[in-house]
């Protein structure tokens, strides 16, 4: 069973509140589109540190305020194909 990435898939909308101001943050990507395993040194050891949590269970997103500049990756939980065909099932 594939398991899919929400904010990947566009199958949900991101709602998370920025821990310092309060305002929703946006999704700018994966975090792979942000660390290139063959660019220098620094970001060759979050590669390794396996982009910040990436799992066969989770992506890892960029996620930005565009209100104060704040900026953080969140691992999203990957779900089961089967279970984003009921969006019953879609919570957070
Ligand atoms: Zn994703
Ligand atoms: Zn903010």
Redesign the pocket.
Known sequence: MEKL?????RLYKLEINCPACGRSLQ?L??VQDFYDPYSPYEDQRIYQDGYRGYTEDC???MLYCSDCGWQEFRP?K?LLESLLLAPDHLQP
């Open positions: 990435c929400i904010l990947c898939n999704d990507g994966v992506c890892v997103h999203i990957r």
